[in-house]
């Protein structure tokens, strides 16, 4: 398994292109297209929130097939409690890539992310969409990664090349993160192609698995979007024998989407709006795999422990506060808490650790807090970041 | 009913004093003492945090005979994961205001607020205890509220007078809120006296009632205490007819309470950490009491919607956001969104209002939002602040 260029078009047999249309303040990019030579298997995992785009309802519509054969996602504007007119404009976006490209409309997945509650300018996206098509390239997704930024200050890439067999298998993806995360069951904006041939059951099998333990331990702000998700296409131009479930060969493939899911969550962390630190909270010896999340969950989401971050003040009791207050089995009197390899929490009472020491651990850019709650033998893993005086500048004028 | 001033020492036989014995840098009051002239009955509702303060567990149990005399607290120190040697602490703290007041050790209540995991100077809180006794006064509440501030502005005190039959009863009491604030089934610190008579298994049940539709509606960052608590103290020197459970008498007492600390909530909020913003979230026609809470709160802990009120910019788009992240029935095509009297949300589309207008109303000091469910007829109000830079400045160097 190794990690090649080329994010979303290194796999056989897909091209993609980004520009700006019009919705963007900043001029920057604001639309993407992503499209395979050939219908594609396709699998996708959405956002849990009740309240949801119009994009995230007509994607789960095309999808029912289980085939696609092109993504178009515009960035500014999350067409989201839009109304009928909302739906409208996602179904004219489908519409006009279906038209250009001369393929089924139930073959187009749409995504939008940005603003809520605003009208979508539809026209700019038709506008632009004969431009968009005719830009399309083997080296396109740099600017289709450019093309679904928000607040993201990087664009955020990932690709793998692997054996199936005896064939060469690639896998790649474009995401966008920044706000507004913390996904549950799905994720943010997540693009994903593949020339391995596999069959629909078994791509969306391993989508799953991978999104759970990738994009659903992340946490920036504890806010779960309304157009969340995570979309893969399998063009099956790499020829390997088809991957069904259960096999050498799924587990393989499976571990491959995590990698390349894993690379792209952990850049959407570092990338988090106003972050200065990447954190991971490790939970050990959990009574059973959802303790274990429930507790790394709740200590990534602690705004006080992410203050206590971004201050560098090695604060640990807000850790135990927030491991407190988990939904999940815990014995305080056997929890113990390591920040980096130092131990500081032993059987309720603190381990004394010289002031500088613990200082100079929550002065790094890297931080791993461990807590082994001393119970079970499973273990779980969530990604944050610390809470800045800048996450609230950026987020208090979004729109302005 | 009408409010009264002197807080916690206004119902008779109570008195109460608070000092600076050494604890806080600040060199502010960190010790405060309450002292009934007799036992009295005595309930009290804690935090469900797993990880709980030493006080905590000590209080539960000197609460098992349902009888108080006096309550000891400190702040700048929240005796918690402090090992065995912090029940020791706790109990100390007991022990000398019971041989000071020749009362029981276990008719004493013991509270600690403050940073977690720091060893408590327990020396300076004994050798402070004399003059602690000794400074005990009718008009001592106003130096008991600052005795348990921490990083709170300003004192939280409420009472009120109100008859009981033909008897002139009172309730008062004293609180801190400010960090860590979301309570769940109990609150923060809030000690309440009152001269009424009452059984025990009703002074209980209205401390829970009052609690509930009170300190459980407040929310500040999410963050649950490990030292949360509400204790009230009944001496029955107002000699009104004893009160009982599900008598016009109990009503009038529970109203009274739960009016005594609906208004030091709402002091909380006002004086919340970094807080420009004082905001209600009324939730109505939902399914069950549940839902309505669940929204209520999902919608009042939202960092999003937090940084917005905090940039007056009416983004309520994250409103609709976080209530369909809520646990609760909803369904997005009935719901509508008002901020302050403006309808900007009905049936899943927005209604167009001029940005001028929605701008004032979130410019305001004072907010609210009302979000109709349209499903049913429970109805539920969350209180919060905004989320500002300063609160973020004032927890990144909290300890420091």
Redesign the interface.
Known sequence: MKAIHGGVTAPIGFRANGLFCGIKKSKRRDLALIVSERPCHAAGVFT?????ASCVVINKEHLRDHRAQAIIANSGN?N???????FENSRAMAAVISRALKIRKKDVLVASTG?????LPIKKIIAAAPELVRGLSRKGSELAAAGILTTDRVNKEAALEFMIGKRRVRIGAIAKGA??IHP?MATMLCFASTDAAITPAALRDALARAAGKTFNTITI??????NDMALVLASGMAQNKRIVEGTKDFRIFSRALETVFLTLAKQMIRDAEGATKFVEVCVRHAQTKEDALAVARSIA????FK??L????P????I??????ADAH???RR?QIYLGREL??R????VKKKAVILNRIFAQKNIRITVDLGLGKYAATAYTCD???N??????????
């Open positions: 849990t929130n009740k309240v949801q999350a989201c409690m839009t109304g009928r007119g909302g603003v809520i509650g605003k009208p706000g507004m549950q702000d504890g806010d779960m979007s309304t989401c602690s705004s006080l203050c206590a971004f201050g560098s003040d604060n640990w009791g807000r135990a506060a927030a491991a407190g207050y815990m014995d305080p929890m500081v929490l059987r309720g009472g603190r809470f800045s005086t996450y609230v500048r950026i987020n208090s004028a979004y729109r302005t």
